[in-house]
Structure formats: C-alpha cells, structure tokens
C-alpha cells in the first residue's frame, strides 16, 4: 500500500517537472531569437566609431630621404553600418590606406626651413573614402597633421667589414685572406647620416673545427634610415693543411754609428712558425728579419738587447722566435 502511494506521488512529480521544462525551453528559444532579431536590426543601423588603419606612403621624391618618422597608422573616425564594422574587426591583416604624396601640396613650416613640409590629412578625406568604398565613411584622420622632414639623398661606396671567428681542425690553417664578394657596398640615405659611416658590417659568424674553404652567403647588418646596394654578401675563407717550418736567422743591429761595431751572443736566433703545405717548399730563411737596435743601448743597464722580428711572409702564422733577447758587446772598429 505505502508503495503504491509512494509511486503515484514521483509519477505526479515528474509529470509537473516535465511540464516546467518544457515551458522554460520554450521561453529559452524566443529569448534567443528575439536576441538575435535585435542583434540583425542593430547591425544593419548606422554607427559612428573610432578604427585604427595601417597606412603606406607612396612616391617620395626620388632625391630626398626621410630624416623623421611617418606614422604607420591612422586613427579613422568613421561612420558604417554594423555589419562592416564587424567585418572590420574580424579581418585578419588589413590593406593599408594608400597615401600617393604626390597627390598633395606641400606646405612650408613656420621655421622657414626649405626641408620641411607639412601636409593636413583633412585634404586626403576625399581620396581615403574612395579607396573605402560605399560601405564605410571616413569623418576624420588623426593625426591632422603629416610632418615631412626631407633631406638629400647621397650615395657612397664603403667597405665591407667581415665579423667572422675562424677556429681550424687539428693541421688546418687559414690558406689566404678572409674575403667577402663583393667587398664593398653602395650606401644612400641623409647626408648628416651617410658621413658618420666609414663602413657597412656583416652579421658576426662563428665556426669551429674547419677543416676546408667556407663559402657562406651572410647577411649584412641593417642600418637605420640607409638603404644597402646588397642585403647580403659571400664569405670566403681558405683553409689549408700546414707544416712547421724551422729557420736559424742571423741577427741584424741596426742604428748604429759607422765607427762603431755592436756583436750579439748568440749571433743567430731560432724562428719556428706554421706554414701552409702549399707554401711550404718557397719558404726560406731570407724571408725573415730579426734586429736588435743600437739606439737603445745608452739607456740599457743590462748587457742584454730584445730581439724585433721586422719581416715575415704574410702566409705564415704563430712566429715564434728564441731567445727573445741576446747578450752584446760594443767595440771600436
């Protein structure tokens, strides 16, 4: 008997939740739909709003450069229907306004200079518009004002400067000189600008272990306001195996007086070096030059003079001369 009560009773109740639910998703859909009839009629009314555009300058005159900084934005005071402005804001990467400079006359700052120009963005409303189209108005620009800051353009040849760091395999070395191609550039821009450039870098490269010639396309570092003939230069680096090569050099004295005559203990002095393979078989002794200096005797209160290596092959390395001083006597001759 409680069971049959008890049945009866969760039978009406669901009955009564059944009817509340259905009720309340009924009010649900024409609240959606109502929403959106609303939203629909919104959108499709007139409003007036503030839109951030990229721009892009055009025509520059060919003989001046920029000396000051345009903006790459206009702030828009536009007036559309919804549905654009909400096309706007959902447009992934937006096509900047074209500003043709040569649309407009310049106007000539209050300091008189012959440089400076200045041109209201209020006279490009017209043009602006057009590129919009009939969906959208522009009412107004910010900035008002576009301030040209010209200056003469001047071109100049510099040399590029290699910004390498060469570590070489076990037996490798550099085979020659560390070149670019081309091994100078052309550089334009300001005057006040391209007079403080002496030459044009390239990105710094670092390579261990090099056993043979490098060959790299490397790019040369941008300089602010100066356009560049190339963007990128060829590094080229000669490696080649080397050898040790081992000389005995006499030692010369110089700057000593005809009536004098200086001798040095030991008369001859050791030089080692590396030299490449390829090179190895044109080296001789009568490539180097090792002095002592007679000038700096009076002033020695030692009975020993330094050894000065004056002359050696650009093709070798690591010179390594001893002793690196020698004893001397001076006698009338």
Same mark, same amino acid.
């Given at each position: 008997?409680?069971?049959?009560?008890?049945?009866?009773?969760?039978?009406?109740?669901?009955?009564?939740?059944?009817?509340?639910?259905?009720?309340?998703?009924?009010?649900?859909?024409?609240?959606?739909?109502?929403?959106?009839?609303?939203?629909?009629?919104?959108?499709?009314?007139?409003?007036?709003?503030?839109?951030?555009?990229?721009?892009?300058?055009?025509?520059?005159?060919?003989?001046?450069?920029?000396?000051?900084?345009?903006?790459?934005?206009?702030?828009?005071?536009?007036?559309?229907?919804?549905?654009?402005?909400?096309?706007?804001?959902?447009?992934?990467?937006?096509?900047?306004?074209?500003?043709?400079?040569?649309?407009?006359?310049?106007?000539?700052?209050?300091?008189?200079?012959?440089?400076?120009?200045?041109?209201?963005?209020?006279?490009?409303?017209?043009?602006?518009?057009?590129?919009?189209?009939?969906?959208?108005?522009?009412?107004?620009?910010?900035?008002?004002?576009?301030?040209?800051?010209?200056?003469?353009?001047?071109?100049?040849?510099?040399?590029?400067?290699?910004?390498?760091?060469?570590?070489?395999?076990?037996?490798?070395?550099?085979?020659?000189?560390?070149?670019?191609?081309?091994?100078?550039?052309?550089?334009?821009?300001?005057?006040?600008?391209?007079?403080?450039? +002496?030459? =044009?870098?390239?990105?710094?490269?670092?390579?261990? /272990? #090099? &056993?043979?010639?490098?060959? !790299?396309?490397?790019?040369?570092?941008?300089?602010?306001?100066?356009?560049?003939?190339?963007?990128?230069?060829?590094?080229?680096?000669?490696?080649?195996?080397?050898?040790?090569?081992?000389?005995?050099?006499?030692?010369?004295?110089?700057?000593?007086?005809?009536?004098?005559?200086?001798?040095?203990?030991?008369?001859?002095?050791?030089?080692?070096?590396?030299?490449?393979?390829?090179?190895?078989?044109?080296?001789?002794?009568?490539?180097?030059?090792?002095?002592?200096?007679?000038?700096?005797?009076?002033?020695?209160?030692?009975?020993?003079?330094?050894?000065?290596?004056?002359?050696?092959? +650009?093709? =070798?390395?690591?010179?390594?001369?001893?002793?690196? /001083? #020698? &004893?001397?006597?001076?006698? !009338?001759?």
């Amino acid at each position: 008997m409680k069971t049959s009560i008890l049945k009866n009773a969760k039978d009406q109740l669901y009955r009564v939740k059944f009817r509340l639910d259905r009720r309340g998703l009924v009010f649900l859909f024409f609240l959606v739909l109502s929403t959106m009839f609303w939203f629909l009629n919104e959108l499709s009314k007139d409003t007036t709003t503030l839109i951030t555009y990229p721009v892009k300058y055009n025509n520059i005159p060919g003989n001046k450069v920029l000396v000051r900084e345009l903006p790459d934005e206009f702030n828009l005071l536009v007036k559309a229907p919804g549905f654009s402005l909400v096309k706007h804001k959902l447009a992934g990467r937006l096509t900047p306004i074209v500003f043709d400079i040569s649309h407009y006359s310049y106007n000539i700052l209050s300091d008189g200079s012959a440089s400076n120009f200045f041109i209201l963005t209020s006279s490009s409303l017209a043009r602006i518009n057009q590129q919009f189209g009939s969906d959208l108005k522009v009412l107004d620009i910010s900035p008002d004002t576009l301030v040209f800051e010209f200056d003469e353009r001047v071109r100049k040849k510099v040399p590029v400067k290699i910004n390498t760091d060469v570590k070489f395999g076990q037996q490798y070395m550099i085979g020659g000189e560390i070149t670019s191609q081309p091994d100078s550039v052309i550089i334009s821009g300001p005057g006040v600008v391209i007079d403080t450039i +002496e030459w =044009v870098e390239t990105q710094s490269q670092k390579f261990t /272990s #090099v &056993e043979q010639d490098i060959r !790299k396309n490397i790019g040369l570092i941008p300089i602010e306001n100066v356009d560049l003939s190339t963007r990128k230069v060829i590094l080229e680096v000669p490696v080649e195996r080397f050898t040790e090569a081992r000389f005995t050099v006499p030692v010369n004295v110089v700057n000593i007086p005809d009536t004098l005559e200086l001798k040095t203990f030991p008369g001859s002095i050791n030089v080692t070096c590396r030299v490449p393979l390829s090179d190895y078989d044109k080296l001789t002794v009568n490539h180097f030059r090792v002095i002592v200096d007679y000038s700096v005797v009076n002033g020695n209160y030692s009975n020993k003079l330094k050894v000065r290596l004056t002359s050696a092959p +650009e093709y =070798v390395s690591n010179i390594q001369i001893y002793p690196i /001083s #020698v &004893e001397f006597i001076v006698e !009338k001759k």
